[in-house]
Each structure stands twice: as structure tokens, then as C-alpha cells.
């Protein structure tokens, strides 16, 4: 079956620095790849996706890059505050229609003040 | 916030027994998801229903079943057979089964003493 590799699987970093997380494919059909954000003791949260006809996405602090040939993705945060602070899941729809997610295993993202 | 809840929050079962977790939506979604999450293991896809009536394994089935009655409800059953069933289970729902956000509930803790 599909496989999502994540990684680090946590980031420490200073209010203000970015953060970047990085997730590897191993389904070259692939072509839907969403992040989740999920906050201590609450359920996660979709905060950006991208589909394979597309290279980058962005909204506002957060954006997202998608490298098909390498089969690899990656979520930028930018600026960032101590509310960022949370687990943050990728996944991978792989090639079908349907909306079956594989998430990569997480990584926890510490921003200090 | 409703939308999609799950009951109960937490849950204790002995060995041998089997347990119903409940999730209903109110979003008038399609396609509704089961996950269960561990530490370090990110989520991982037990059962999805694309539609009312429907419903097909996910990567780690076993030990578990699901019926989808109705278009709102999708109860999942952890059976005596799931060896490790302590964990946290979230359900999921989008507005159909393709490439779309999924919403998650709040989630239920079971615990098997």
C-alpha cells in the first residue's frame, strides 16, 4: 500500500523563525496531499492541501510545495507564533478517486516564546 | 461545536468484550472515515464509507467492523478479536467520497483494562 514518510518528528524553533516539515510519497499517481493541524486535546484540523497540477500553495504564513519527480512535499511556516505550537500530520490520497488518506506520522512543532 | 461528534469521550472495556464507538454528522456528508491514532504512528485508516450502505476496509480492519444504516451515522465496533484495541479513535466525514477536506470528531479514548 501507500507509504508517507515524515520528518522531523519534532521541531523545536524561536517565535519568529520558519518552520518547515517534510513528507515523502512512494505512490507516483498520487495527486492530493493535504496537512492537518492538531492542537493538544483537540481533533485536527485541515490548514492547507495541494493537488498534484499545482507546484506551490500558499495562505497567508503557511505554504506548501509539492515536487512530483522527487515524490516529495513539504509544508513552510513562516513568522512563526507560539499558537503554531501542535502536531502536524501530512497525507497522501494516492492515485484512486476516492478520498482514503495514508498521514505521514506526525511532527511536533514547538514554537518558544 | 457540532457538526461531527463521537460518544463516548472515554471508554473502558475488559478483555473479551466488545465495544460500540458512536460518531454522527449532521453535515449531510457522503463519504465518512474511521481512524485510529497512536503514539508516534500518525493516523491510520480502519474503515470508510463512501455512501449509505457502503463501506470498504481500511488498512488495519481487522478486529473491527462498521455499518452505515444511515447517511449520518457510522457506529464502528472494536470486537474481541482486535488484540491492541487501546487507543484513540477518530471518525471523519467529507462531502463525498473523493478529494476533499475531511472533518474529524472530537474523538474516544478507549482504554481495555
Known amino acids: 500500500g501507500e507509504n508517507v514518510e515524515q520528518h522531523p518528528s519534532t521541531l523545536s524553533v524561536q517565535e519568529g523563525d520558519s518552520a518547515v516539515i517534510k513528507c515523502t510519497y512512494s505512490d507516483s499517481a498520487s495527486n492530493y496531499f493535504p496537512w492537518y493541524k492538531q492542537e493538544l486535546g483537540k481533533r485536527p484540523q485541515l490548514i492547507i492541501d495541494?493537488?498534484?497540477?499545482?507546484g506551490e500553495k500558499k495562505d497567508q504564513r503557511i505554504a506548501v510545495t509539492l515536487n512530483k519527480t522527487a515524490k516529495h512535499f513539504s509544508l513552510h511556516i513562516t513568522e512563526t507564533q507560539p499558537e503554531d505550537s501542535a502536531v502536524y500530520f501530512c497525507a497522501d490520497a494516492g492515485g484512486t478517486s476516492y478520498g482514503k488518506l495514508t498521514f505521514g506520522q506526525g511532527t511536533i512543532l514547538t514554537v518558544h516564546p | 461545536d457540532g457538526g461531527i461528534t463521537q460518544s463516548p469521550k472515554y471508554l473502558f472495556r475488559k478483555e473479551g468484550q466488545n465495544v460500540t464507538l458512536s460518531c454522527e454528522q449532521n453535515?449531510?456528508?457522503?463519504?465518512m472515515y474511521w481512524y485510529r491514532q497512536d503514539p508516534g504512528q500518525g493516523l491510520r485508516l480502519i474503515y470508510y464509507s463512501q455512501i449509505v450502505n457502503d463501506f470498504q476496509k481500511g488498512d488495519i480492519a481487522e478486529g473491527y467492523s462498521v455499518s452505515r444504516e444511515k447517511k449520518e451515522s457510522f457506529p464502528l465496533t472494536v470486537t474481541s478479536a482486535q488484540k491492541n484495541p487501546t487507543a484513540f479513535y477518530l471518525c471523519a466525514s467529507s462531502i463525498t467520497g473523493g478529494k476533499n477536506e475531511q472533518f474529524f470528531g472530537p474523538g474516544t479514548r478507549l482504554t481495555v483494562l
Open positions: 453535515l449531510n456528508h457522503d463519504a
Open positions: 495541494i493537488r498534484s497540477n499545482v
